[in-house]
Each structure stands twice: as structure tokens, then as C-alpha cells.
């Protein structure tokens, strides 16, 4: 059985370009990517620079831009993206430009309950 839950969200304050990150065990302080079956992220309505999702593997410190079919898996404003399933330790986001303003993106996951 899966059961949905949101994990948080993270943001990207404004004149930065990275997030906080989600961590296998719930950094943010909810289920976290422990568990997931999918992550989605839905977008803010407005961005200043082409965000991307960046990765690390566990036990590395090396933040890796996640690709997808040899792409660079990014969001768009308003846009939402599913990972599936989430093979990593930690996740961000990475914005190209500094953001004009706070970004907000919503983090939701699919759990698999026993």
C-alpha cells in the first residue's frame, strides 16, 4: 500500500542560488526520502534562473545535477516533476541565477507502508 505525505518545502531565498536539502532521514523535518516511492516538486509561479535538481550519493559530500535520459532534470515556474523512484541520499535545488526573491517548492512523497 502507498500512502502520500509532503515532506516540506524548500526554498531558495532570495539573491541565493541553492536550497536547504532533503536528506534520507527527513531533514526538514517530516518522512523525508527514506521510504519514497516517487518525490514530486511542484514549482513556484515565478523564477529568475533555470533550476535544477542536484544529488548526493550516500556517504559523498558531492552535490551531482540529476539527469534524466542524458538531460539535466530541471523546473519550471508553475511546473510540477516526479522522481521515481529516488535513488540517492540527499537532494536540492540549484538555481543558474541568483533569485530575485524567495522560491518556495512544495515536496511531496509516495511511501510504501507495510
Known sequence: ????????????????????????????GRVGLGNAAGISIH?????TGTVTVQVQPAGDSTWRTLQSGGVDVTIAAGKTIVISPPAFADLRLHSGSAEGANRDFLIDSQQDMA
Open 1 to 28: 500500500m502507498r500512502h502520500n505525505a509532503r515532506v516540506g518545502t524548500l526554498t531558495i531565498a532570495s539573491g541565493q542560488t541553492d536550497s536547504a536539502a532533503i536528506t534520507s532521514l527527513g531533514a526538514l
Open 43 to 47: 514549482g513556484p509561479a515565478a523564477l
